[in-house]
C-alpha cells in the first residue's frame, strides 16, 4: 500500500486542513493524485479553505485536467484574492491550458512586482499571444535595472531566440558585463547559454575574456572540458582528462565518452562506459553507448536497440479528431519565428508549453488518442529487464507527459539527430506532409533511427528509416538517437511528446 493510500485511510480519525494538505503533497510526490482528490474537494468544501483548494487544483493540473484546475483555482482566488502562490498557480495553469494568461499573470505582478517567476511567466503569456517584441522590451528593461537577474537572462536568451532574434541571445548579458566585468555569475551564465546554443566554439575564448578581467569560477574547466572534447584531436587532452574535483570530473564524465566517440577511440571508450554508467544512466549516455557498442560490435548493441518491439508505428487516424481541423488548429499555435536555442528543428517552428494540456476540444481529443496508443505500445513491450533502460521501469502507472509540442517545418527542413532527455518513450505524429518532388532523394523527409549525433562525425548509417504518412505515429525508446531527412519544398506538421518515465 502507498504512503497516500494510507494516509487517505487514516482520513476519519484525522480529517483536518493540516492533515489533507500533507495528503496532498504525498499523492503529489506518488503520482497517485486520483487517490487524494475526493478527499481535497470534500475538505476544501468543509473547511472553505483556499489552501485546500489550491491543493486541489494542483493535483488536476498534475494529471492535465487543466479545466478542472482553473476551476479550483478560481474558488482559491476568490477565497485568498491576496495570495501571491494562489495566483501564480492560476496564471501559470490558464496558460498551459491555451488561455490568455496575460489579465491572469497582471493581478500576480501586483501581488509581487519583484517575483522573477511571475516575471518570466507574465512575457511568456505575451509571447503566446503574439506579443514577442513586447515580452523582450518588458524583459530588457528589467535587466537594465536588474542585471544581476540570471534567470531573467537566460529566459530573455530563449525567447530571442523563438522571435527569430537568436544573433541577440546574449544581447542582455553582454551589456550587463560591459558595466559589471568581475560578476563571476554572469560569465557563467553567458556560457550556459552558449553551451545550450551549441556554440562550443565561444566558449574558451569566454572564459579568456573572464579570467583577463580577473575572474575565476571552478565551473570554467567545465566549459574547458567541453570545448576540448568538441575540438580537440588528441584521445586524451588535458583540459578533458585531467584531475579535477568532484563535481568537475562527474560534469565532464559524459562529454569524454563523447569525445572518445569523435575522435574514433573506441578501445579506450569501451570500459569508460562501463565506468560512467556506474553514475551516469541518463538518455545521452544510453546513445553514446548505443553507438559505440554499435560500431565495435558489441553484443549488447543487440540487447539495448535490435528488439523489434521497441519501435512501433501504427495508424491512428480513426482516433484522430479530423486531420484538416487539427492541422488547423495548430497552425494558430505556430506564433514563434525562430527556433529554441536546445531543440533539435532546423528551418522551423515548434509550439510552446505543453501542448496536450490545453483544453481546446479538438487537442483533448488529440490526447485521448495519443494515450490510447501509448497503452498499447507499452502493453506489446517485451518481458521486463530491471537493467535496460526502456523495459526496465514499471509498466502499472498512468501515462503522463513530460513535454509534448508541435513542429511545423518549411522548405530544407528536418530534425538533427539527438534524444530527449527526460522522456521513456518518444514520439512522432505526422498531420501534414510536403509533395515529394520528383528530383529529390526517394527518402526526403523519412525519420530514421541509429543515426548519431552530425557533429560527432561518424559514417555510420541509420538501423531504421520509416517514410512518414499522415496519421501515423511512431513510438520509440527517449535515449535511441532520432532525425530526419530533409525535403526541399513544402510544410510538414507533426505533433511529439515525451512520455515521463513511470514512479
Same mark, same amino acid.
Not at 60 to 70: G, I, N, V
Not at 115 to 127: D, L, S, T, Y
Not at 182 to 200: D, H, I, S, T
Given at each position: 500500500?502507498?504512503?497516500?493510500?494510507?494516509?487517505?485511510?487514516?482520513?476519519?480519525?484525522?480529517?483536518?486542513?493540516?492533515?489533507?494538505?500533507?495528503? #496532498?503533497?504525498?499523492?503529489?510526490?506518488?503520482?497517485?493524485?486520483?487517490?487524494?482528490?475526493?478527499?481535497?474537494?470534500?475538505?476544501?468544501?468543509?473547511?472553505?479553505?483556499?489552501?485546500?483548494?489550491?491543493?486541489?487544483? !494542483?493535483?488536476?493540473?498534475?494529471?492535465?485536467?487543466?479545466?478542472?484546475?482553473?476551476?479550483?483555482?478560481?474558488?482559491?482566488?476568490?477565497?485568498?484574492?491576496?495570495?501571491?502562490?494562489?495566483?501564480?498557480?492560476?496564471?501559470?495553469?490558464?496558460?498551459?491550458?491555451?488561455?490568455?494568461?496575460?489579465?491572469?499573470?497582471?493581478?500576480?505582478?501586483?501581488?509581487?512586482?519583484?517575483?522573477?517567476?511571475?516575471?518570466?511567466?507574465?512575457?511568456?503569456?505575451?509571447?503566446?499571444?503574439?506579443?514577442?517584441?513586447?515580452?523582450? +522590451?518588458?524583459?530588457?528593461?528589467?535587466?537594465?535595472?536588474?542585471?544581476?537577474?540570471?534567470?531573467?537572462?537566460?529566459?530573455?536568451?530563449?525567447?530571442?531566440?523563438?522571435?527569430?532574434?537568436?544573433?541577440? #541571445?546574449?544581447?542582455?548579458?553582454?551589456?550587463?558585463?560591459?558595466?559589471?566585468?568581475? #560578476?563571476?555569475?554572469?560569465?557563467?551564465?553567458?556560457?550556459?547559454?552558449?553551451?545550450?546554443?551549441?556554440?562550443?566554439?565561444?566558449?574558451?575564448?569566454?572564459?579568456?575574456?573572464?579570467?583577463?578581467?580577473?575572474?575565476?569560477?571552478?565551473?570554467?574547466?567545465?566549459?574547458?572540458?567541453?570545448?576540448?572534447?568538441?575540438?580537440?584531436?588528441?584521445?586524451?587532452?588535458?583540459?578533458?582528462?585531467?584531475?579535477?574535483?568532484?563535481?568537475?570530473?562527474?560534469?565532464?564524465?559524459?562529454?569524454?565518452?563523447?569525445? !572518445?566517440?569523435?575522435?574514433?577511440?573506441?578501445?579506450?571508450?569501451?570500459?569508460?562506459?562501463?565506468?560512467?554508467?556506474?553514475?551516469?544512466?541518463?538518455?545521452?549516455?544510453?546513445?553514446?553507448?548505443?553507438?559505440?557498442?554499435?560500431?565495435?560490435?558489441?553484443?549488447?548493441?543487440?540487447?539495448?536497440?535490435?528488439?523489434?518491439?521497441?519501435?512501433?508505428?501504427?495508424?491512428?487516424?480513426?482516433?484522430?479528431?479530423?486531420?484538416?481541423?487539427?492541422?488547423?488548429?495548430?497552425?494558430?499555435?505556430?506564433?514563434?519565428?525562430?527556433?529554441?536555442?536546445?531543440?533539435?528543428?532546423?528551418?522551423?517552428?515548434?509550439?510552446?508549453?505543453?501542448?496536450?494540456?490545453?483544453?481546446?476540444?479538438?487537442?483533448?481529443?488529440?490526447?485521448?488518442?495519443?494515450?490510447?496508443?501509448?497503452?498499447?505500445?507499452?502493453?506489446?513491450?517485451?518481458?521486463?529487464?530491471?537493467?535496460?533502460?526502456?523495459?526496465?521501469?514499471?509498466?502499472?502507472?498512468?501515462?503522463?507527459?513530460?513535454?509534448?509540442?508541435?513542429?511545423?517545418?518549411?522548405?530544407?527542413?528536418?530534425?538533427?539527430?539527438?534524444?530527449?532527455?527526460?522522456?521513456?518513450?518518444?514520439?512522432?505524429?505526422?498531420?501534414?506532409?510536403?509533395?515529394?518532388?520528383?528530383?529529390?532523394?526517394?527518402?526526403?523527409?523519412?525519420?530514421?533511427?541509429?543515426?548519431?549525433?552530425?557533429?560527432?562525425?561518424?559514417?555510420? +548509417?541509420?538501423?531504421?528509416?520509416?517514410?512518414?504518412?499522415?496519421?501515423?505515429?511512431?513510438?520509440?525508446?527517449?535515449?535511441?538517437?532520432?532525425?530526419?531527412?530533409?525535403?526541399?519544398?513544402?510544410?510538414?506538421?507533426?505533433?511529439?511528446?515525451?512520455?515521463?518515465?513511470?514512479?
Amino acid at each position: 500500500m502507498s504512503q497516500t493510500a494510507a494516509m487517505a485511510a487514516n482520513l476519519s480519525t484525522s480529517f483536518n486542513a493540516d492533515t489533507l494538505a500533507d495528503l #496532498a503533497g504525498k499523492a503529489l510526490e506518488e503520482g497517485e493524485e486520483e487517490q487524494a482528490l475526493p478527499h481535497l474537494e470534500r475538505g476544501a468544501k468543509h473547511f472553505a479553505s483556499p489552501l485546500l483548494w489550491q491543493w486541489k487544483a !494542483l493535483l488536476e493540473r498534475s494529471l492535465d485536467e487543466h479545466e478542472d484546475a482553473l476551476a479550483s483555482f478560481e474558488q482559491a482566488a476568490r477565497q485568498a484574492p491576496g495570495d501571491v502562490s494562489i495566483a501564480h498557480g492560476h496564471a501559470r495553469t490558464a496558460m498551459e491550458a491555451g488561455l490568455d494568461a496575460r489579465p491572469i499573470y497582471a493581478r500576480a505582478l501586483a501581488l509581487a512586482p519583484r517575483n522573477g517567476q511571475i516575471m518570466v511567466g507574465a512575457a511568456a503569456a505575451r509571447v503566446a499571444m503574439g506579443e514577442g517584441e513586447r515580452a523582450i +522590451e518588458d524583459l530588457m528593461a528589467t535587466l537594465r535595472n536588474a542585471p544581476a537577474w540570471i534567470y531573467g537572462h537566460e529566459q530573455l536568451a530563449q525567447i530571442m531566440a523563438t522571435q527569430g532574434r537568436a544573433s541577440e #541571445a546574449t544581447a542582455s548579458l553582454d551589456q550587463a558585463l560591459a558595466s559589471f566585468p568581475k #560578476a563571476q555569475p554572469l560569465w557563467e551564465a553567458l556560457l550556459n547559454v552558449q553551451l545550450r546554443r551549441g556554440a562550443y566554439e565561444t566558449l574558451v575564448p569566454i572564459v579568456a575574456k573572464a579570467r583577463r578581467a580577473g575572474v575565476n569560477s571552478p565551473e570554467f574547466a567545465i566549459y574547458e572540458g567541453i570545448h576540448a572534447a568538441e575540438f580537440e584531436q588528441d584521445v586524451r587532452p588535458p583540459a578533458l582528462f585531467g584531475a579535477f574535483p568532484d563535481p568537475v570530473d562527474r560534469a565532464l564524465g559524459r562529454w569524454r565518452v563523447r569525445h !572518445l566517440l569523435r575522435v574514433g577511440a573506441i578501445d579506450a571508450l569501451i570500459p569508460l562506459i562501463d565506468e560512467e554508467m556506474q553514475r551516469d544512466r541518463t538518455a545521452e549516455l544510453w546513445a553514446y553507448a548505443a553507438t559505440a557498442w554499435r560500431l565495435a560490435g558489441d553484443p549488447r548493441s543487440q540487447w539495448l536497440e535490435e528488439d523489434e518491439r521497441l519501435v512501433s508505428v501504427a495508424d491512428i487516424t480513426a482516433d484522430l479528431p479530423p486531420v484538416e481541423r487539427l492541422n488547423a488548429t495548430l497552425r494558430a499555435l505556430h506564433v514563434a519565428r525562430g527556433e529554441y536555442l536546445d531543440q533539435s528543428v532546423r528551418g522551423g517552428t515548434q509550439t510552446d508549453g505543453p501542448l496536450l494540456s490545453r483544453i481546446d476540444p479538438t487537442i483533448r481529443h488529440l490526447r485521448r488518442a495519443i494515450v490510447g496508443a501509448v497503452e498499447r505500445h507499452v502493453a506489446q513491450l517485451p518481458d521486463p529487464d530491471p537493467s535496460h533502460p526502456m523495459l526496465g521501469p514499471r509498466r502499472d502507472r498512468r501515462v503522463r507527459f513530460s513535454g509534448s509540442w508541435s513542429v511545423r517545418l518549411r522548405s530544407h527542413g528536418h530534425h538533427s539527430n539527438h534524444v530527449h532527455p527526460l522522456g521513456w518513450i518518444s514520439s512522432a505524429l505526422y498531420l501534414a506532409l510536403p509533395d515529394r518532388r520528383h528530383d529529390e532523394r526517394s527518402d526526403a523527409g523519412w525519420f530514421t533511427l541509429g543515426q548519431p549525433d552530425e557533429k560527432l562525425g561518424i559514417e555510420l +548509417e541509420p538501423w531504421r528509416k520509416i517514410e512518414p504518412k499522415v496519421g501515423q505515429l511512431v513510438l520509440f525508446p527517449s535515449w535511441m538517437w532520432h532525425g530526419t531527412v530533409p525535403f526541399e519544398e513544402g510544410e510538414r506538421m507533426t505533433v511529439a511528446f515525451d512520455v515521463s518515465p513511470p514512479v
